[in-house]
């Protein structure tokens, strides 16, 4: 099956029109919200930075394609949430098996 980053972009954005949000949230009301669910950001930096450089010193690294490269980045980032946060909030991991898909998608390209 072709990758269709439209379609995942599309689906994407559908998805977050059915999230539910207060109708006005100031940037620090939305910034106490998700840490509850994901954690302190600056654990969520330092787990994120060290998956993606333990990711770089894979042999196969370089030659994978950038699909394969940013799901594995963005996985990293799920990741180091759960690893930080709520590793119950299912988001969490509803995001990491979409970028594996698209990341699976893409193993049907040259």
Same mark, same amino acid.
């Given at each position: 099956?072709?990758?269709?980053? $439209?379609?995942?972009? $599309?689906?994407?954005? !559908?998805?977050?029109?059915?999230? !539910?949000?207060?109708?006005?949230? =100031?940037?620090?009301? *939305?910034?106490?919200?998700?840490?509850?669910?994901?954690?302190?950001?600056?654990?969520?930096?330092?787990? +994120? @930075? $060290?998956?993606? !450089?333990?990711?770089?010193?894979?042999?196969?690294? /370089? +030659?994978?394609?950038?699909?394969?490269? !940013?799901?594995? #980045? @963005?996985? /990293? +980032?799920?990741? =180091?949430?759960? *690893?930080?946060? @709520?590793?119950?909030?299912?988001?969490?991991?509803?995001?990491? $098996? +979409?970028? /594996?898909? *698209? /990341? *699976? @998608?893409?193993? #049907?390209?040259?």
């Amino acid at each position: 099956m072709p990758l269709n980053v $439209a379609r995942c972009i $599309a689906e994407l954005a !559908e998805a977050e029109k059915h999230r !539910e949000y207060p109708d006005v949230m =100031s940037t620090t009301a *939305l910034l106490t919200e998700r840490q509850t669910t994901h954690g302190d950001f600056s654990d969520n930096a330092k787990h +994120g @930075q $060290a998956l993606r !450089e333990y990711y770089r010193t894979s042999p196969n690294w /370089a +030659g994978m394609n950038p699909v394969h490269r !940013e799901a594995l #980045d @963005q996985i /990293a +980032g799920k990741l =180091s949430r759960i *690893l930080s946060g @709520q590793a119950t909030h299912d988001d969490h991991w509803k995001d990491v $098996a +979409g970028y /594996a898909t *698209l /990341a *699976l @998608q893409a193993c #049907d390209k040259p």
